[in-house]
């Protein structure tokens, strides 16, 4: 099937704009005259210090990024920032302790990771499955943690919080891998914000990181030195050998986010993509069922089932053969949970949503 006809709900790496595909085809082989591709090309050359400069240009001018805070890109994904947040923050405070909000698999694993590091606490009752966000009122903050983190969407529940926890003076860490710059965040109620690139920024290989500066020289000793928040942040992300094809493709999707209205007007498409589809999960008797409960049903990524709650695997399987059969890929649900699962990532784009929309309101009324 030939690349147009496809169409790409994968929950990352995930869909590109086309043209910002087209541009780096036409760029492959010499860049801006250089002769060279940029997979050939000096991370100390001219050229490459100029798409790094651009591409960080871009992430501040479109979430408006305060001057007192620094943009990094970094490898080792948004797994490697689940070890480096600990080994830079949680040193913040002598008692060495994070609150973690766990509302998914993700966060799960974060407050895994850190524990390695110092005391973990969970701040609210223990979630047998993950399709809420517990109510605020059962959160017990500690006031002399390090820090608190939560993730903003998660990927595989499809839980997205719609607000920024108030952590009265306790620094906020987030992880955005998947809903960053789908729509506008306030950076400065934030310590720090990471994002990997491969699902609404670009491609797998770069996880950008917003730190504000008063947090950075705090890292514990046993810090590998390219986790390190201070080292990364005084050799403008360079300190090794970076990702640079992932950089520069990164600074051709944010530009191509700029060139279609921003944070702002991505938030709206994204608004509607989500409405498309929980529409029809909405209105189809429970033949479609998706454990989130609608407050927090993430924009991004929408798990539901087919034909019971608990899913029937025959029908899935009929559904996803039948989506591919007309070029829908990836809607395979997360393995840990099953079903389906669609993600709607810039992208992806209204008229992808409507298609699978069609189909599913003709699945529905042959199969219910
Ligand atoms: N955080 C979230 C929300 C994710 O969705 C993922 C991966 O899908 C990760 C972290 C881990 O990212 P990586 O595979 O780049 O380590």
């Not at 620094?171 to 789908?182: A, G």
């Not at 007007?265 to 029809?280: G, H, S």
């Not at 608990?310 to 899935?316: A, H, S, T, V």
């Amino acid at each position: 099937m030939d690349n147009k006809q496809t169409i790409n709900f994968g929950a990352g790496p995930a869909k590109l704009p086309q043209s910002v595909l087209l541009k780096a085809q036409k760029e492959l082989l010499n860049y801006n005259g250089t002769g060279i591709s940029i997979l050939e090309m000096s991370h100390r050359s001219s050229d490459f210090s100029k798409i790094i400069n651009t591409t960080e240009n871009l992430v501040r001018e479109l979430l408006n990024v305060p001057e007192n805070y620094k943009v990094l890109f970094l490898q080792g994904g948004g797994s490697g920032q689940f070890s480096a947040v600990p080994l830079n923050l949680i040193g913040l405070k002598e008692d060495r302790c994070a609150d973690y909000l766990v509302t998914g698999t993700w966060s799960a694993k974060a407050a895994r990771e850190a524990e390695k590091y110092g005391k973990v606490t969970v701040i609210h009752p223990k979630l047998d499955s993950y399709n809420n966000i517990p109510d605020r009122s059962t959160w017990s903050l500690n006031p002399s943690a390090s820090y608190v983190y939560y993730c903003c969407n998660e990927t595989v529940d499809g839980v997205e919080f719609n607000f920024i926890p108030d952590t009265k003076e306790v620094v906020l860490v987030s992880d955005m891998s998947s809903n960053f710059l789908s729509r506008p965040v306030d950076v400065s109620k934030f310590g720090l914000i990471f994002a990997g690139a491969q699902k609404n920024v670009g491609c797998a290989g770069v996880t950008v990181v917003i730190v504000r500066e008063d947090l950075l020289g705090r890292a514990l000793k046993e810090c590998p030195i390219i986790l390190d928040y201070q080292v990364q942040a005084g050799n403008n992300s360079l300190y090794n050998t970076p990702p640079c094809f992932s950089i520069y493709i990164m600074g051709l999707v944010l530009e191509w986010i700029r060139n279609n209205g921003g944070a702002d007007a991505m938030e709206q498409l994204n608004k509607q993509k989500a409405a498309i589809i929980n529409d029809i999960i909405n209105h189809s008797n429970g033949f479609y069922s998706c454990p989130v409960d609608a407050v927090y049903r993430s924009r991004m990524n929408i798990p539901f089932r087919i034909g019971k709650k608990e899913g029937d695997e025959d029908l899935e399987m009929q559904f996803l053969d039948g989506a591919l059969a007309l070029g829908m890929i990836c809607l395979k649900g997360h393995r840990s949970v099953g079903g389906i699962r669609v993600s709607l990532y810039n992208a992806v784009t209204v008229e992808d949503a409507k298609t699978l929309a069609t189909y599913m309101g003709q699945f529905l009324r042959d199969h219910q």
